[in-house]
């Protein structure tokens, strides 16, 4: 099954990509992750992308599509994938178009006000990237991961000006995807402003439903 998650930033993409990619065998493949893991490896790549993502802004399509077309080519990803923050441009959506058949896109629909609360809590796992809220979602030792005992880190971007940043230029360039893929008959609503369970058991028949 291949599916795309859609979503504003903080809106839950990462944490429901990565329990419901576990529960269905299928590899989560975040862009964002892909650009963390370059910047911090220090890549050409990484040099490049460094200060466009601690401004918000986003990688020019080139680059990401180029890395995504890489990445989809890995043998891994031949039964299906979760695509967590691509497409974020209609050129993106296009361009994946052109050599993936999806079978749906899922909207995460999740206001401002719960998005910036949920990124000012967040934790991540400097070792497996596992993600954590200090009120929702907390580790059971402060400041380490349940599952392997790593630290865990706030990100680059968590600054106020920089979430508004992204969440302007998803208003801007990420928003027009939702009526992209609704005009394909591919987009499924989700309401994310409750819990991870809650959004679970929304995800769950809904994917049962689609043909893959
Ligand atoms: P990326 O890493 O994709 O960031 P984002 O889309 O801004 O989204 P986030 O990862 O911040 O949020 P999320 O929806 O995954 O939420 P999470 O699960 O963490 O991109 C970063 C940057 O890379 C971009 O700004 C851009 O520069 C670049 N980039 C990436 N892709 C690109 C592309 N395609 N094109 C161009 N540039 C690109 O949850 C947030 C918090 O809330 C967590 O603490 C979690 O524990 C908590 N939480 C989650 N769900 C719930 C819930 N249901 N109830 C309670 N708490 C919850
Ligand atoms: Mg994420
Ligand atoms: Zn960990």
Known sequence: MR???LGAPGAGKGTIASAIGTERGL?????GD???EAVKNGTELGLRVKGIMERGELVPDELTVALVRERLGRPDTAKGYILDGFPRTIPQAEALAAFQRIDGAINFRCGDEVVVRRLSGRRICRSCGAIYHVENMPPRREGV???CGGELYIRDDYRLESIRNRLRVYRE?????IGWY?????LHDIDSEQTV???LE?????????RS
Not at 27 to 31: D, G, I, L, R
Not at 182 to 186: D, E, I, N, P, T
Not at 202 to 210: D, H, N, V
């Open 3 to 5: 599916l795309i998650f």
């Open 27 to 31: 590899p989560q493949v975040s862009t």
């Open 34 to 36: 892909l650009f963390r």
């Open 145 to 147: 991961c349940d599952r």
């Open 173 to 177: 360039q990420t928003e027009p995807l």
């Open 182 to 186: 609704r005009g394909r008959g591919l």
């Open 197 to 199: 369970e809650k959004s």
């Open 202 to 210: 929304q995800l769950r028949p809904l994917l049962a439903g689609l």
